[in-house]
């Protein structure tokens, strides 16, 4: 870095907003701000000094010189009117800090995430949960967001009601942009009732197929399924699911479940549930993680596929068969198995993006580029040349870094 940016640095330092940071094999800075104004400050400052910035510390260790914008320090509550069911707050939030706030009042983000995922991660990617499919997605619950843009200034778009249909709805833009076109750093999100209960089902099938068959009926009851997951454990497909509601129907619950399939589901105390439900949330922190959307009526056809395409690698496979959502991680992707494994998902209708590539998956930061160019840009070209328009008007100069989405 050049004397001038050094300086500014150790300035920052002096403040409390910067600190050396090791990258893997490369040493950088993480800037911490701790209110909107000082991201936007930030942002203007990376501008300024032609500096790319990352919003997380693997894309910033993909960076020559790596600096990553944390944003843990916003996580202030703005505001919080119990009986409208909405809370405007900070985005460096994690979401158990959030959902230990919101219980103290019997309400509730729906959606579940590992309690030390920040707001500003899962709004930024749009990230589906276990309950996707029944509840909907991020974007569903903002009514408002405040931005602070490449250009250092801040942007406010939606209001504080539930019911607004008042000009663009921009909050859409930004909740799923992967900080690509600005920084979330608040938002006003649309809040549940807590449920009064949980309760757990374990189903132990021998095949994918048995799975997606039993899932299939599962879905087509009546029962107030709120999460429905299929994953692999050995050579042994299970489905865990999830009914929140009132004890009092428990016994109704459980007849209809038994009436379903000839083998008795296992239920799971709800501590067992839970913390079942919350390993499902991760995946090893060293694998590389490819999501996929189908349409449900592909499903027996894409089963064959995926479990043909598994030979190439170690892959496992976590279905969300509610929302159409397939996840895909492998301590390491064959580059040259990628194209066919997108080719396979492309035969079924479906989309695919990466969400992660494991250190070990990347050669080069072009290797690395290429995977995402292959994945998470569509293939035509006017969609294609209508993101990169996007990511130009709102960031002429590619500040903001992600390799999602290369200029």
């Known amino acids: ?7 500014d640095i150790k300035a920052m330092q002096v403040q409390g907003l910067a600190h050396a940071w090791d990258f893997s094999s490369k040493t950088g800075y993480r800037l911490i701000p701790k209110t909107a104004e000082q991201t936007a400050q930030l942002l203007s400052w990376t501008g300024e000094h032609q500096r790319q910035i990352a919003m997380n510390p693997l894309d910033a260790g993909m960076l020559a010189e790596p600096l990553w914008l944390d944003l843990s320090e916003l996580k202030q509550v703005r505001q919080y009117p119990v009986d409208d069911f909405i809370i405007q707050v900070e985005t460096g939030i994690t979401v158990g800090e959030l959902s230990r706030l919101l219980a103290k009042n019997w309400q509730a983000f729906p959606l579940s995430y590992p309690a030390e995922t920040m707001l500003s991660d899962i709004l930024a990617e749009d990230r589906p949960s276990l309950e996707t499919g029944f509840r909907g997605y991020p974007r569903d619950y903002v009514l408002k967001a405040e931005i602070a843009t490449p250009d250092g200034q801040i942007t406010i778009t939606g209001a504080d009601v539930v019911k607004n249909v008042t000009g663009y709805d921009l909050a859409k833009l930004y909740v799923g942009g992967r900080h690509t076109f600005g920084v979330l750093t608040s938002v006003t999100l649309k809040l549940t009732t807590l449920p009064q209960n949980k309760r757990y089902w374990l189903y132990h099938t021998e095949s994918l197929y048995a799975a997606f068959a039993l899932s299939d009926k599962l879905l087509a009851s009546n029962l107030p399924i709120s999460m429905c997951e299929l994953f692999q454990e050995g050579s042994e497909w299970q489905i865990l699911i999830e009914i ?16 379903l399939s000839a083998q008795t589901p296992q239920m799971l105390d709800t501590e067992t549930g839970i913390a079942l439900a919350e390993r499902l949330q991760r995946w ?12 449900i009526a592909n499903w027996s056809e894409l089963a064959s596929g995926l479990l043909k395409q598994s030979a190439l690698g170690d892959m496992r496979f976590q279905i969300r068969p509610a929302a159409g959502l397939v996840i895909i991680s492998a301590p390491f992707f064959p580059y040259t198995a990628l194209p066919y494994l997108k080719a396979e998902i492309q035969q079924h209708t479906g989309f695919a993006q990466m969400l992660r590539i494991a250190k070990t998956d990347v050669a080069t930061f072009a290797e690395a580029t290429a995977i995402y160019e292959m994945f998470n840009l569509p293939e035509e070209p006017a969609v294609r040349g209508l993101l990169k328009s996007l990511k130009k008007s709102y960031d002429p100069d590619g500040m903001l870094f992600t390799p999602r989405l290369p200029l």
């Open 1 to 7: 870095m050049d004397l001038k940016t050094l300086d």
């Open 244 to 259: 929140a509601g009132d004890d009092w129907v428990l016994v109704e619950y459980v007849e209809v479940l038994n009436q």
């Open 284 to 295: 090893p922190e060293e694998s590389t993680i490819l999501e996929a959307a189908f349409p």
